[in-house]
């Protein structure tokens, strides 16, 4: 699949033309509302309820490395000596800061607060300190603890109250109050768009299936920064029905569909289509993945600050090994794939590490071969053309001999 046969959505202006406004508007549109900072796996109905405006630093990253500028900002950051063992997302992000001259759109506008949250990552703490550290304005960092065995009464409580201090927080920050009613709001505007990306996602069980993991990385956008809008909404009710009418006309994202393939960890943004060319050329398409239903934990009805902690506990990679082991081969039984290919990526140790017992383990549940492929999400660096392309034809080969 070259990238001029790609079957693009014909939905993609819009969601330019919606993360464009976001961007804009975390600049010029906020008439005097604070502006938070804040990490991918953070309780933002929350902030949206006390009107602060949101923007995410690992979002921008992504953006940074799908447009091609993130090793540079990279080794910004790592002249001013931030180690090239840090996480790309951070260096790229803090490179953007330490230099807005060199970054996409000038960098993120300055923050009046910080918010973090440790249920994706623990680097997420030490970056959001240097940034505080930087702009002299507060951090709040949200503790949910690992869950080993499943949510537990003791756990919920926990997080229950950090979500109040949180509150108080942000309360303390913006002479905000918080208004129950509007959170509630909030909570119900963000289900529906889980509810329909959830939707989208599960569309691609029809054969052949209405999109590739390139669609999947690029749409997920407005269900992380624009969580709790009406734009969310009415973006992915506009992509439900165009990829309902994929399914129903029989169009498929790959043509001559084939192989059925399971993708595991964050997307390489740096070469995004070229490196999913390596297997389309084949037939093969990336029907589910692990990356994309990182926020696709609605709120339940009822206590919203239980519901929250519940949903922003049970994040995917804040749980263990065995959850992945029986989300993956779920996946795998759910979409009919034939294999699986898992991103073992040099800047997410959490998403990274235990990948071969993962690996080991899904095979021998599900019987089907698995493919380990060594990259990073944004540092192009780290990415080595033919290594991957040797690897890809070896695996698709065994594919084609079943």
Same mark, same amino acid.
């Given at each position: 699949?070259?990238?001029?046969?790609?079957?693009?959505?014909?939905?993609?202006?819009?969601?330019?033309?919606?993360?464009?406004?976001?961007?804009?508007?975390?600049?010029h549109?906020?008439?005097?509302?604070?502006?938070?900072?804040?990490?991918?796996?953070?309780?933002?109905?929350?902030?949206?309820?006390?009107?602060?405006?949101?923007?995410?630093?690992?979002?921008?990253?992504?953006?940074?490395?799908?447009?091609?500028?993130?090793?540079d900002?990279?080794?910004?950051?790592?002249?001013?000596?931030?180690?090239?063992?840090?996480c790309?997302?951070?260096?790229?992000h803090?490179?953007?800061?330490?230099?807005?001259?060199? =970054?996409?759109?000038?960098? +993120?506008?300055? %923050? &009046? $607060?910080?918010? *973090?949250?440790?249920? /994706?990552?623990?680097?997420?703490i030490?970056w959001?300190?240097?940034?505080?550290?930087?702009?002299?304005?507060?951090?709040?960092?949200?503790?949910?603890p690992?869950?080993?065995?499943?949510?537990?009464?003791?756990?919920?409580?926990?997080?229950?109250?950090?979500?109040g201090?949180?509150i108080?927080?942000?309360?303390?920050?913006t002479?905000?109050?918080?208004?129950?009613?509007?959170?509630?709001?909030?909570?119900?505007?963000?289900?529906?768009?889980?509810?329909?990306?959830?939707?989208?996602?599960?569309?691609?069980? =029809?054969?052949p299936?209405? +999109?590739?993991? %390139? &669609? $999947?990385?690029? *749409?997920?956008?407005? /269900?992380?920064?624009?969580?709790?809008?009406?734009?969310?909404?009415?973006?992915?009710?506009?992509?439900?029905t165009?990829?309902?009418?994929?399914?129903?006309?029989?169009?498929?994202?790959?043509?001559?569909?084939?192989f059925?393939?399971?993708?595991?960890?964050i997307?390489?943004?740096?070469?995004?289509?070229?490196?999913?060319?390596?297997?389309?050329k084949?037939?093969?398409?990336?029907?589910?993945?692990?990356?994309?239903?990182?926020?696709?934990?609605?709120?339940?009805?009822?206590?919203?600050?239980?519901?929250? =902690?519940d949903?922003?506990?049970?994040?995917?990679?804040?749980?263990?090994?065995?959850?992945?082991?029986?989300?993956?081969?779920?996946?795998?039984?759910?979409?009919q794939?034939?294999?699986?290919?898992?991103?073992?990526?040099?800047?997410?140790?959490?998403?990274?590490?235990?990948?071969?017992?993962?690996?080991?383990?899904?095979?021998?549940?599900?019987?089907?071969?698995?493919?380990?492929?060594?990259?990073?999400?944004?540092?192009?660096?780290?990415?080595?053309?033919?290594?991957?392309?040797?690897?890809?034809?070896?695996?698709?080969?065994?594919?084609e001999?079943?």
């Open positions: 699949m070259s990238e001029k046969r790609y079957r693009k959505l014909e939905t993609a202006p819009e969601l330019r033309r919606l993360m464009q406004w976001h961007y804009l508007s975390t600049r549109l906020r008439f005097g509302r604070k502006l938070a900072w804040v990490s991918s796996g953070a309780p933002v109905e929350i902030l949206r309820a006390m009107d602060v405006v949101v923007a995410y630093p690992e979002n921008y990253a992504a953006l940074c490395g799908a447009q091609g500028d993130a090793t900002l990279c080794q910004i950051a790592e002249g001013q000596g931030y180690s090239a063992d840090v790309s997302y951070a260096r790229t803090i490179g953007s800061v330490l230099d807005a001259t060199h =970054a996409p759109l000038r960098g +993120l506008p300055e %923050p &009046d $607060l910080l918010i *973090c949250c440790n249920n /994706i990552c623990g680097t997420v030490k959001f300190e240097a940034l505080s550290l930087h702009y002299r304005v507060p951090l709040f960092v949200l503790d949910t690992f869950l080993h065995d499943g949510m537990t009464a003791a756990v919920r409580d926990y997080v229950v109250g950090q979500l201090d949180m108080r927080f942000v309360e303390s920050t002479c905000r109050p918080l208004d129950v009613r509007r959170l509630d709001e909030m909570i119900h505007c963000a289900n529906e768009a889980l509810l329909l990306w959830n939707g989208i996602r599960e569309l691609c069980r =029809a054969r299936s209405p +999109l590739n993991a %390139p &669609d $999947l990385f690029v *749409c997920m956008a407005p /269900i992380v920064v624009l969580r709790g809008t009406a734009q969310a909404v009415r973006y992915y009710r506009h992509l439900k165009e990829v309902e009418q994929r399914v129903k006309d029989g169009v498929g994202a790959v043509p001559n569909e084939r059925r393939l399971v993708w595991d960890n997307a390489i943004w740096h070469h995004l289509y070229r490196f999913y060319s390596h297997f389309s084949y037939g093969a398409c990336f029907v589910a993945d692990t990356y994309t239903g990182s926020w696709s934990q609605t709120v339940s009805k009822g206590d919203s600050l239980a519901s929250l =902690a949903a922003y506990t049970a994040i995917y990679l804040n749980q263990s090994l065995q959850q992945r082991v029986e989300l993956m081969a779920g996946m795998i039984n759910d979409y794939a034939q294999g699986f290919v898992m991103h073992n990526n040099r800047s997410c140790k959490p998403y990274s590490l235990g990948q071969q017992v993962v690996r080991q383990a899904v095979i021998a549940r599900t019987g089907v071969p698995g493919l380990i492929i060594e990259a990073d999400m944004n540092d192009a660096r780290s990415y080595a053309e033919e290594p991957i392309r040797t690897r890809v034809q070896a695996f698709m080969e065994t594919l001999a079943v």
